[in-house]
């Protein structure tokens, strides 16, 4: 009864011999990078996703461009004044027209309860237009401008398209400059943890044994921790009295003391699986040098490994800081982070009054939701194995 | 499966002590001893120094850190005392353990329903692949993981003041507040759950019904479900007997990180909420840095969460009979 | 070594399989994977389905019970099955996941799968699967389909069934849990088996001594006796008769003697050929076929097999599908040959 093993023997020749022709007619197998890319511009949200993930991080690089004014420019009388919509044209006895603008307020007094409310004044233009004098600022400490990517042609006109907090600051600037520090605070963060994960994952991968059960159990324990009660405890050691920068590297190492592990266990895995990968031996028998295998078939699945976790720890640092600097101990003012803007939302009053205020936690879920769209489609373009 | 447990809560012992490691150095984290604090932050008042002298020595102040610690940690493990609160100058003890049943019963009844509602939704989910429903779910699965619990929070209590004109929050209406235990206030108190409930499950449910939903798609084209079919039981029964049930040891073992993440979810959403939960209180402790308060809700916070996750594990031990055989 | 056949052609079949249609629908468009599949099984008859792998032996098993998995359906034919009660009914007028059809599985039909590991929740004993088998067609307690598990265990020759009935699949050998496969399939003793190459996982000594079981299991039981494989020697051991697959089609029916003797189809007799022993590769050393069995969804031209066929005609083969040629009753093969001189 020896024939099964025949026939499958029979069937292996077969596949070999298809394998050559294959070969043979030389249409160029892809490069993993190549293959990669493919994969990855097929999935539509992942590909969506990073665009707005980039957009992010060129707020991040040029605030002080994209922000009509500056995070602390105050003015009295545009308290809680609502968002201005940018009209493109204008109508007038000669028809109607290009000319972007916005419209004033005029201030209603209830004659009742005092309070005031705003209303458009259609009387009142205007004009708005791109790259605007205003504020003059030094980008990255270097060049020395006075232009915005948009703003009123008169640099007095109120300008609001997010609305005004309740010092009459305009809550898009601010949320330009703390798209800053919240993005900019995931990136640090997660490339600290990734010193810590890519080091003890992969002394964990790489030597095994002892070394390899304790950090596992340290991992274990850590996870097993319930972060924001530990967050609190250890951001409320930050002393009051020190400056904005040393606060903002203070609590990015805590946040990355704690985020490290999953980025730790994905480095581990990678080493073990370097240690039998399927096609690294295959590779080998084709007589490939380490150094080629690994250039050629290691680094991108590792590259894009890494690239997955990475972008899906980012969003777990910028909820931490969040919350944190919401609660008022994480970041503090004048630094504005989306959790510090968060915390104007914190009086049920003031967002009744004024819900625009809410705008920092739309963009927070957005690039949550982008970022984990990305580690997603990352992730699912570098795994082989899958379609 | 009694060797399983002793080992396993034998692994408890390092976890712990490392935990009460950090809930002390989180104690000593703040600069100068806690009695600066005292003296310094309550001007006006009158310290007595025989009490400040009583204190340094109950707490070995001028000793090593090691003998500090010592002291702290063999207070709470002899003799149950977790020190003294300098803000209300009261035991820890008489302070905390109303507040942490409150977050033991929050995260519990959230755990519950977090698996009440994503475990049938994550079953639908898969056994309906790409419906409408399942994108449906999709969504707010993504929307329910990027929402910080704070914020949505916020939302349902600005939904809720705007439309429908009442401020929630609070675990109690007024008169219930103090008032002593009895079925009215537990119906009370239940009336007021269904909020932080809500706002903690969300995102631990979002992602159990992935991971269930990702889970089920992976067993229901294996080959005992095929099997099954052809020994002609109905579809129900298949589905609920065979794949759900392997399924459910993922979901089993991500109670070991979704508890945490809900007592967590517990401490910032009660501070918004204002519940009378550990959350408030460890907030106001590090707010006005009274630290030994702080420490041991920190410290019974995480025994509190790594006693789930043992509980997880021994759970997970014995739903997998590879487990239970082997050990 | 070859038991008698009960001729089919006159005891009434317990199952009878019409130009059996199944079609896949994937992303290239249709693939058909059975073309007219005809065939009947009788009470006491072991009808054997050979066929290299992807020739639609699987996909005819699963169409019997009515499950084939999607994106396949059945578009055509029809299957009927004799009931106990001597009622006929046709299988494939019943919805698939209605209780009609529920009736039927496991209990007129019982199958039994290639791989036991996989065919068996890791989760569940062997007894709690048993005993749910036997409850889902019949009223018994659970005590009693308990004794019934534990006798059906001793009936299949394993050993210790008291105890073995509480083990999980992973606590048995895998001849063992081929075993329990067999005996829970048969837990309602059905009229019909479909054993889909139950030995192909497992080793040759393994093999032989379930193949031994099946035997005596079909001698004392008189049910009928579905069985795929792959594996001629198998069938040279087991089968009354034989159908010979190729590509979703029938290409070579007959009984096992003729099958073996007197092979007409260029196909069976290449299969034969490949296996050592038989009056075939004696006469011409060990040989193997040529080529591979197409890539999903390129049927050739004309004749299916041609592109692999060492008697193909030239001009006749690769353009005009072949006829079906009937010698007598169940005795038939597909093919050109003998070419008759067209005037
Ligand atoms: N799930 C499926 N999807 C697409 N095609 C399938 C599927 N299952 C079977 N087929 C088609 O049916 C053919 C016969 O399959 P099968 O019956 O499993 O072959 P066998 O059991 O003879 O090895 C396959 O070659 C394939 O083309
Ligand atoms: S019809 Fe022609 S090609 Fe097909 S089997 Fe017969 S001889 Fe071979
Ligand atoms: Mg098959």
Redesign the pocket.
């Known amino acids: 009864m020896g024939n099964a093993q025949n026939q499958a023997a029979v069937t292996d020749a077969l596949a070999e011999e298809s394998a050559m022709k294959a070969a043979e007619t030389g249409f160029r197998v892809a490069t993993p990078w190549e293959l990669f890319w493919w994969k990855f511009k097929s999935h539509k949200l992942a590909l969506i996703s990073a665009f707005v993930v980039l957009f992010l991080y060129v707020m991040v690089a040029f605030a002080e461009f994209i922000a009509p004014v500056s995070p602390a420019t105050y003015n009295g009388r545009y308290v809680f004044a609502p968002p201005q919509g940018i009209h493109l044209f204008m109508t007038d006895d000669e028809g109607w027209h290009f000319n972007p603008h916005v419209k004033g307020y005029s201030i209603e007094v209830d004659p009742k309860t005092y309070g005031k409310t705003f209303v458009q004044d259609p009387e009142q233009v205007f004009p708005v237009r791109l790259f605007a004098r205003g504020e003059s600022y030094r980008l990255w400490g270097l060049f020395e401008t006075d232009r915005h990517l948009i703003g009123p042609v008169d640099p007095g006109a109120p300008f609001y398209l997010l609305g005004a907090d309740r010092l009459g600051r305009d809550v898009f600037s601010r949320l330009v400059y703390g798209t800053r520090i919240s993005m900019s605070i995931g990136l640090v963060g997660v490339a600290i943890s990734l010193i810590l994960g890519v080091f003890l994952g992969g002394v964990s991968g790489f030597y095994g044994g002892v070394i390899d059960s304790v950090i596992q159990r340290l991992i274990e324990i850590l996870r097993s921790l319930p972060t924001i009660p530990l967050w609190m405890g250890l951001s409320a050691a930050i002393p009051l009295a020190w400056p904005q920068w040393q606060t903002y590297l203070a609590i990015t190492v805590i946040l990355s003391l704690i985020g490290w592990t999953a980025l730790a266990r994905e480095v581990r895995g990678l080493f073990l699986s370097v240690k039998n990968e399927d096609f690294v031996s295959s590779a080998r028998l084709e007589g490939m040098g380490e150094f080629r295998i690994t250039r050629k078939h290691m680094l991108p699945l590792f590259t894009s490994h890494i690239i997955a976790t990475v972008s899906l720890t980012i969003p777990t640092m910028i909820l931490a800081e969040t919350a944190l600097s919401f609660l008022g101990i994480g970041l503090q003012p004048p630094t504005v982070s989306w959790g510090v803007l968060l915390q104007e939302a914190q009086n049920i009053r003031s967002i009744a009054v004024a819900p625009w205020l809410f705008a920092p936690g739309v963009i927070v879920v957005i690039a949550v939701l982008a970022l984990n769209f990305l580690g997603d489609g990352v992730r699912d373009a570098a795994d082989p194995y899958q379609t | 499966m009694a060797i399983y447990i002793f080992k396993r809560i034998l692994l408890m012992i390092p976890t712990l002590i490392l935990v009460s490691m950090i809930a002390f150095a989180i104690i000593q984290a703040p600069p100068g001893d806690f009695l600066t604090t005292l003296m310094s932050g309550e001007a006006g008042e009158t310290v007595d120094v025989v009490q400040i002298e009583a204190m340094r020595a109950r707490y070995g102040l001028d000793q090593p850190i090691w003998v500090q610690y010592w002291k702290w940690i063999s207070g709470i493990v002899f003799h149950g005392d977790f020190g003294e609160s300098f803000e209300w100058k009261r035991p820890v003890n008489e302070l905390i353990w109303d507040r942490f049943g409150l977050t033991v019963l929050i995260s519990s009844i959230t755990l519950v329903f977090i698996w009440v509602v994503s475990i049938p939704i994550g079953i639908y989910s898969a056994t309906n692949k790409y419906s409408a429903g399942d994108y449906v779910f999709t969504v707010f699965g993504f929307i329910g993981l990027a929402i910080p619990n704070f914020l949505l929070a916020l939302v349902l209590m600005y939904i809720s003041f705007q439309y429908f004109g009442q401020s929630v929050g609070g675990l109690f209406s007024p008169a219930f507040v103090q008032a002593p235990w009895s079925f009215a206030r537990v119906g009370d108190l239940l009336a007021h759950l269904w909020l932080p409930v809500i706002i903690i499950g969300t995102a631990g449910t979002a992602s159990l019904i992935r991971i269930m939903r990702a889970n089920l798609l992976d067993e229901l084209p294996k080959p005992y479900v095929e099997a099954a079919r052809a020994r002609g039981l109905s579809e129900f029964r298949i589905r609920v007997k065979y794949p759900v049930r392997i399924a459910l040891n993922p979901l089993v073992s991500a109670l070991a990180w979704v508890f945490p993440a809900l007592v967590s979810g517990d401490a910032i959403t009660s501070i918004v909420l204002n519940l009378q939960t550990t959350g408030p209180l460890l907030y106001r402790a590090l707010q006005s840095q009274d630290m030994y308060l702080a420490g041991s809700l920190i410290l019974i916070l995480s025994v509190l969460t790594v006693i789930g996750t043992l509980l997880s594990d021994l759970l997970l031990a014995w739903l997998d009979p590879r487990l239970r055989a082997e050990v | 070594m070859v038991a008698d056949s009960p001729d089919s052609d006159t005891q009434s079949p317990i199952l009878s399989v019409r130009g059996l249609q199944v079609e896949f629908s994937i992303f290239e468009g249709k693939l058909r994977a059975l073309e007219s599949v005809d065939f009947t099984v009788a009470e006491g008859e072991t009808l054997c389905v050979v066929g290299e792998?992807?020739s639609g032996?699987?996909?005819t098993?699963r169409s019997i019970l009515n499950m084939v998995p999607p994106p396949g359906k059945i578009t055509r034919g029809e299957i009927l099955l004799r009931r106990e009660t001597g009622e006929t009914v046709d299988i494939l007028a019943q919805k698939p996941r209605g209780k009609a059809m529920r009736g039927i599985r496991g209990n007129d039909i019982g199958m039994v799968f290639?791989e036991p590991m996989a065919s068996l929740s890791p989760v569940h004993t062997i007894g709690s699967i048993f005993i749910e088998a036997v409850q889902a067609h019949r009223k018994v307690g659970r005590a009693e389909a308990r004794e019934m598990a534990i006798a059906a265990m001793a009936d299949m020759g394993i050993p210790k069934p008291a105890q073995r009935i509480d083990y999980y699949p992973f606590q048995l050998s895998g001849g063992m849990r081929q075993r329990a496969m067999i005996a829970i399939a048969l837990a309602n003793r059905p009229r019909l088996l479909i054993a889909?190459?139950p030995t192909t996982a497992l080793d040759v000594t393994t093999q032989a001594n379930v193949l031994d079981l099946m035997i005596d299991i079909q001698d004392s039981t008189k049910m009928a006796l579905l069985f795929?494989t792959h594996d001629l020697g198998v069938v040279a051991e087991i089968a009354h008769n034989v159908v010979v697959m190729y590509l979703g089609r029938i290409v070579e029916s007959g009984t096992v003697h003729e099958i073996f003797e007197d092979a007409r189809h260029p196909y069976t007799q290449a299969l034969l050929r490949s296996i050592p022993g038989t009056p075939l590769s004696e006469s011409g050393g060990l040989y193997t076929i040529k080529g591979s069995i197409p890539s999903r969804g390129r049927r050739p031209q004309g004749c299916p097999f041609h592109p692999r066929c060492d008697q193909a005609v030239a001009g006749v083969c690769d353009v005009e599908a072949p006829p079906l040629r009937r010698l007598r009753g169940n005795r038939t093969y597909v093919c050109h040959l003998p070419l008759e001189l067209k005037g």
């Open positions: 792998s992807g032996k699987s996909v098993a290639q889909d190459e795929i």
